[in-house]
């Protein structure tokens, strides 16, 4: 077995470190700015380390047949750990990835290159910009994993940007978002009443200890025109090394409460985490 180097460099928003798992052969952590960003294993593409990345996957799982084919659009690239797995779960899935930091899609690309069939274009360019210019109902899946930092871009959150996700996306397709947020959830609740504004179906995946307010971390939005498999979600996120619930219908209309909407004029990022929160030494 040929010794890991942990690689930094300079990219166009911060400075990337790939530091190499000592525990699995293959396997690097990515951090921009001391903040965890990604975790790939390139030889075992579903090992999912990071719990919100699994209950994304949770969600790419029971969209379709098992084994299905699927037409994925994935804003926020990192190490470009979802595509790999859908590419691996759903083998002739067609992906598109944006990420507006060309310099670390050149880094992920340089030492973790993605295998030659895995079906996944890259673009690198502003989340909004591109999915503004995408086609109508041409994606199955639209999956939301963008931070700036620590922070989801406040142009990511508003109604204008749902709406076009959901132009986006095909009849009945899938939404899905990385968010993060700690008490009182101004963040949260008012991403919840944003995209109940324009979707019909929501749920809310989370650990009871987010949802309950004793600390800050990461939920999943899920959002569509169709029915929204709770059940599947639910088993498969209480089957997690850190099991999580999936809030849905009356339950998550009164965790919204009296939240409203939020529009471009009026949108801001997610909040600060608190020291510490994600960050790694």
Known sequence: MNEQIPVHRD???????????????????LTVDGAPQ????????????????????HVLDGVADEGAPLVVLHLGGGALTLPRYVAATRPGSRQDVVEADRGLLDLVTEHLPLPDDAGVTLHAADARSWLEGAPDASVDVLVADVFGGSRVPAHLTSVEYAREARRVLRPGGVYAANLADGSPFGFLRSQLATFADVFTELALIAEP???????????????????????????????????????YGATLTRFTGSARPVTDTDAVPSPVPPGGTFGIG
């Open 38 to 57: 990604s975790y790939v294993d390139l030889d075992e593409p579903t090992h999912l380390e990071f719990e919100y990345a699994r209950r994304l996957a």
């Open 209 to 247: 200890a987010v949802l309950r307010g004793r600390r800050f971390g990461n939920a999943v939005l899920v959002a569509s025109d169709r029915p929204i498999d709770t059940a599947g979600l639910a088993r498969r996120a209480a089957a997690d090394a850190f099991p999580a619930r999936v809030e």
């Open 11 to 29: 990219v166009d928003r911060g400075t990337a470190k790939l530091m190499p798992d000592v525990d699995r052969d293959r396997a690097w952590l």
